[in-house]
């Protein structure tokens, strides 16, 4: 029946879901959901009652959507509902009782499905939109769409500004290797397992070291350029290895390694597939970390001008073409000579050109390795 669900909501790849994270009862849960779930198993009439059926977390909003599955229509809700809720044996009775405690950290939703058959339990669409499954019509008054203007730059700014002063004075790094920790960091969180559930590891620092390792050598072996990625694994495990605080503080403290991978986690990696978000971000979290990169030797190009110039490009290329219809094709490349951390080449690959006929040039190793980082981001 859990399948069957799933694909009711749109869901087909429960493991590989682009927008939510899914969590079957008895599969294990990230470290915020095990510990809500681990205040509500008090026995209730000497009976624990367990975990949701499934719970669907957001990646990006504070939000949850609960689901509770059983077969006998009687086990739909108690006849005691109003009064004491007895979530071991009946569906609505579980759904509210595990709310009460979601609630305290998440928006929640809640879905009880009772029934055998399909046409028990055909999910209605709330909402008619076609190109919304089931799941995000669900999540849709969580998730007003936003675009550009939307976007709060200060408080990306304000994230950055924050992100700095903990690893510069708590951690100690130095001038270079802020940017380098927090494109380190990033990298790990790429890899699944080490995203969803770093803070349980036993030694957090290995499995990170093991997630930029595995994710750097992933995409060299795509590209077949094993020697161009080598000195940057050596630069963002570096990076991690020698900064002997990281392990020594523990896990309730702001600056402990855990807490700053959380908050990298909910507010940084979420912008990474958010169009030149990621660029505003990285860039003015190099500002601070190297007073505007010039310690680095690297000169700042705002995203917005990289992605004008690459749009005077296309109309030079393009003139006789529409705007919305101008894009660099297959005979296109872009060539950036002096690419520093890779801000025009980003901004290329926005405009849909073929990822083999981008090129860029640097020679300082700093601001190189950087952009190998900004490209795999």
């Known amino acids: 029946m859990g399948q069957e669900v799933l694909k009711s909501l749109g869901i087909n790849e429960p493991n590989n879901h682009p927008n939510f994270w899914i969590y079957p009862q008895r599969v294990k849960h990230d470290l915020q959901i095990k510990e809500i779930l681990g205040k509500c198993q008090q026995p209730i009439n000497k009976k624990k009652p367990g975990a949701p059926d499934f719970t669907i977390r957001h990646q990006t909003k504070e939000v949850v959507l609960l689901i509770e599955t059983k077969t006998k229509l009687k086990s739909h809700q108690s006849p005691s509902l109003e009064k004491e809720l007895e979530p ?13 405690f979601f609630k305290k950290e998440f928006n929640v939703l809640g879905l009880a499905i009772t029934g055998e058959r399909q046409q028990e339990f055909d999910l209605k669409s709330i909402r008619k939109e076609k190109e919304l499954s089931l799941v995000e019509e669900y999540f849709y008054h969580f998730l007003p769409k936003k675009n550009k203007s939307d976007l709060n730059i200060k408080e990306i700014r304000d994230t950055a500004k924050e992100l700095n002063e903990i690893i510069y004075s708590g951690l100690g790094f130095s001038e270079s290797e802020k940017p380098f920790f927090i494109s380190a960091c990033l990298l790990a969180l790429k890899d699944e397992d080490f995203q969803n559930f770093f803070a349980e590891k036993k030694n957090v620092i290995s499995s990170c070291l093991n997630a930029i390792s595995n994710k750097i050598d992933e995409y060299a072996k795509a590209e077949s350029e094993v020697e161009k990625y080598k000195s940057l694994k050596v630069t963002l495990t570096g990076t991690i290895e020698d900064n002997k605080k990281l392990a020594s ?41 190297t007073g505007d990169g010039k310690n680095l030797g690297i000169v700042l190009t705002p995203s917005h001008i990289a992605d004008l110039f690459c749009e005077i490009s296309l109309k030079l ?54 952009a190998l980082t900004n490209m795999i981001l």
């Open 249 to 289: 503080i523990s896990k309730n403290k702001e600056n402990s390694f855990v807490n700053i991978l959380t908050k990298i986690n909910q507010e940084v990696f979420p912008f990474l597939d958010k169009g030149d978000v990621i660029g505003e971000f990285y860039h003015e979290f190099l500002k601070y970390s």
């Open 317 to 370: 290329l393009y003139s006789e073409k529409k705007y919305e219809k101008r894009k660099f094709t297959e005979k296109d490349k872009i060539l950036d000579v002096c690419c520093g951390t890779g801000t025009f080449l980003v901004n290329a690959f926005k405009k849909e050109v073929d990822k083999d006929k981008v090129f860029g040039v640097e020679i300082k190793s700093e601001p190189y390795n950087l």
């Open 88 to 100: 071991a044996d009946y569906n609505l009775d579980g759904l509210l009782y595990f709310a009460e």
